[in-house]
């Protein structure tokens, strides 16, 4: 496996190629991410509004280091004890402040999530088709926009010949309910923007995969190959979202804000978030 160089803020002049970066690093600096891609499909107010922290992104995030970076897990998180008492008590209050201090700015996991991570990891290196084995984890790859000019990023979670991105989720993974979570998130867009950013440096259209393993007991688990139809769409779509962000970069945000009023029909067929010929036809790229 090839050596990939840590860098510590992506510049616009960065070439194009693989780097090690951190986290909080790679969202803070230069680069299109399909985070941003999928907000700029959604609005412009979307599009320039900070990113939100949520709890279920920080249960994701702390799944991933303890699967992936495993060396890095006791770094990066702590988990609380448990407490006794009501949590609104003075007694609970300065215990809890206690270990906060004791915990120097690591991420607090509570000791049922940390219990669940701990589950879910158990079934999931139970997979035939999964392994941490050979796979460069988390590495971030950088190219530019041949239509756009952009300079566009990704991070993938595991890479070794094909790219695997590893979720949580709330849903199921049986088939059809996890094809919801795909389209409801857009995983199919991130999927085809990763394929094509790899695509460009290594010169060959890597098969990308999503591994998805249920929060709820009994945590089952599923590996899905992602067809050539489906990363079109999501190709279709992420194309459109790097042209508004160009069209918006060109306007400014004060006729960026006044360019993106819309209105819409419902029909009774009106299709679901992210569908590219209905996103499609409203950004006029069809």
């Given at each position: ?23 909080t ?12 891609v ?58 809890y ?95 085809a ?8 440096i ?8 999503i ?63 992210y569908?590219?010929?209905?996103i ?7």
């Amino acid at each position: 496996m090839f050596e990939i160089p840590q860098i510590e803020i992506i510049t616009e002049d960065l070439r194009k190629g693989f780097y090690r970066i951190e986290n909080t690093a790679y969202h803070s600096s230069a680069g299109v991410s399909s985070t941003t891609v999928k907000k700029a499909l959604n609005s412009y107010g979307n599009f320039v509004s900070p990113r939100e922290a949520k709890d279920c992104f920080n249960f994701g995030s702390a799944f991933h280091c303890f699967v992936l970076e495993p060396s890095l897990f006791s770094s990066l998180y702590v988990v609380a004890p448990v407490i006794p008492g009501h949590k609104n008590s003075n007694a609970y209050k300065a215990q809890y402040e206690a270990f906060v201090q004791q915990s120097h700015g690591k991420e607090i996991i509570g000791a049922e999530d940390y219990q669940t991570i701990v589950n879910m990891a158990n079934i999931l290196y139970g997979h035939p088709d999964f392994s941490t084995a050979g796979f460069q984890p988390e590495i971030m790859a950088v190219t530019r926009c041949k239509e756009t000019g952009l300079l566009i990023k990704c991070k993938a979670d595991q890479f070794s010949g094909f790219i695997n991105d590893l979720k949580t989720t709330s849903a199921s993974v049986i088939p059809h309910e996890f094809m919801n979570e795909v389209i409801k998130y857009g995983y199919h867009v991130s999927m085809a923007f990763y394929q094509d950013i790899v695509a460009d440096i290594i010169g060959v259209a890597p098969t990308m995969k999503i591994t998805a393993v249920e929060k709820r007991a009994p945590h089952d688990c599923a590996v899905f190959t992602l067809g050539d139809s489906l990363l079109e769409e999501g190709r279709k779509l992420y194309k459109a979202g790097l042209r508004r962000i160009k069209k918006w970069n060109d306007l400014g945000p004060a006729d960026s804000l006044r360019a993106d009023y819309r209105k819409y029909t419902l029909e009774a067929n009106s299709r679901m978030r992210y569908n590219a010929e209905d996103i499609l036809k409203f950004t006029g790229d069809v």
